[in-house]
């Protein structure tokens, strides 16, 4: 996952690399966790989903394991990276349940609601 779609920037200030192709992630499934310039966007943490994660995710009310074919989502499973949406991963977090992050690929912009002590803490990439 080492394509730069875009000119946006992650977390540690490079440029944002692609998070995932399969399943096919990101708010306007290219693979990015971009916001191309949009307002509001928020699925922009690039996760390795875990088992414990997806529970998690179904105990909150947010499936993300169950294929929804008439959305186009085909369901995740655990080791899928996905462009989760901040506020889950932030309730994740406190929770102690959050996923790891592959910080090269996920947003600048999340440094608003996260700390990157936290998401380092997190990370996939530097363990």
Known sequence: MSAVPTAE??????????????????????GCCA?????GVAHLVCVKVTTEFLEFSRERGNDLS????????????????WCLHVLRWVEAWEAGRAPKVVLEATHEDVLQ???????????????
């Open 113 to 127: 609601l996260v700390p990157l002590r936290a998401l380092k803490r997190h990370a996939l990439d530097l363990h």
């Open 35 to 39: 916001t191309h310039g949009a307002e």
């Open 66 to 81: 169950t294929p929804r074919p008439e959305m186009r989502f085909h369901g995740l499973k655990p080791g899928d990276r």
């Open 9 to 30: 920037k992650n977390v540690l200030g490079g440029p944002l690399l692609a998070c995932g192709y399969d399943p096919l992630t990101g708010f306007y499934r290219d």
